[in-house]
T-cell receptor, first 113, second 109 residues
Framework: DAEITQSPRHKITETGRQVTLACHQT?????MFWYRQDLGHGLRLIHYSYGVQDTNKGEVSDGYSVSRSNTEDLPLTLESAASSQTSVYFCASSEATGSDEQYFGPGTRLTVT | GQNIDQPTEMTATEGAIVQINCTYQTSGFNGLFWYQQHAGEAPTFLSYNVLDGLEEKGRFSSFLSRSKGYSYLLLKELQMKDSASYLCALYSSASKIIFGSGTRLSIRP
């Protein structure tokens, strides 16, 4: 069965370290998204990609980067982790257009100390 | 820009009906999503409305009025497992999906 996975599921890191969160989907979807979810803010879009070699900034992209070298993966990198980046991170994918439902991964809980 | 408003919390009784409202302001509109999210889990898709009117899907229905910038999610015959957060999300003409903060629904026996 097709799925979308994230790793690690939990991560504790120190301020200033570089961290990469993995997202892998086997739906063969063109669109992939990264969100963060904080209490009182709902899901906020960090970066998204509409295909290989395509990446775009979302509403809270500062301090984050992504790369899309194949269809299946969209890793999210925190260049220099800050305590404000403590959050739950969700990866999602959808088929071709923005009107398609998004399938979400299980989430990664990141704590920056 | 875009703005989405929905109540923070609601409580309802098992077996009853509840309506969760969502109002939005946007410069361009393509459609509106509803997602369900149980505590500690990922959001899952419930509905997508593009045209005005009511769309029914089992116990869940979603309504949209584009002229009023208004949508609601109607849940019938409530079950304890319906206790979750319900997220309204706007698909704007800028090809972006913006989520509201969510409504946490608690079902009491």
């Amino acid at each position: 069965d097709a799925e979308i996975t994230q790793s690690p599921r939990h991560k504790i890191t120190e301020t200033g370290r570089q961290v990469t969160l993995a997202c892998h989907q086997t739906w063969n979807h063109n669109n992939m998204f990264w969100y963060r979810q904080d209490l009182g803010h709902g899901l906020r879009l960090i970066h998204y990609s509409y295909g290989v070699q395509d990446t775009n900034k979302g509403e809270v992209s500062d301090g984050y980067s992504v790369s899309r070298s194949n269809t299946e993966d969209l890793p999210l990198t925190l260049e220099s982790a800050a305590s404000s980046q403590t959050s739950v991170y969700f990866c999602a994918s959808s088929e071709a257009t923005g009107s398609d439902e998004q399938y979400f991964g299980p989430g990664t809980r990141l704590t920056v100390t | 820009g875009q703005n989405i408003d929905q109540p923070t919390e609601m409580t309802a009784t098992e077996g009853a009906i509840v309506q969760i409202n969502c109002t939005y302001q946007t410069s361009g509109f393509n459609g509106l999503f509803w997602y369900q999210q149980h505590a500690g889990e990922a959001p899952t898709f419930l509905s997508y409305n593009v045209l005005d009117g009511l769309e029914e899907k089992g116990r869940f229905s979603s309504f949209l009025s584009r002229s009023k910038g208004y949508s609601y999610l109607l849940l019938k015959e409530l079950q304890m497992k319906d206790s979750a957060s319900y997220l309204c999300a706007l698909y704007s003409s800028a090809s972006k999906i913006i989520f509201g903060s969510g409504t946490r629904l608690s079902i009491r026996p």
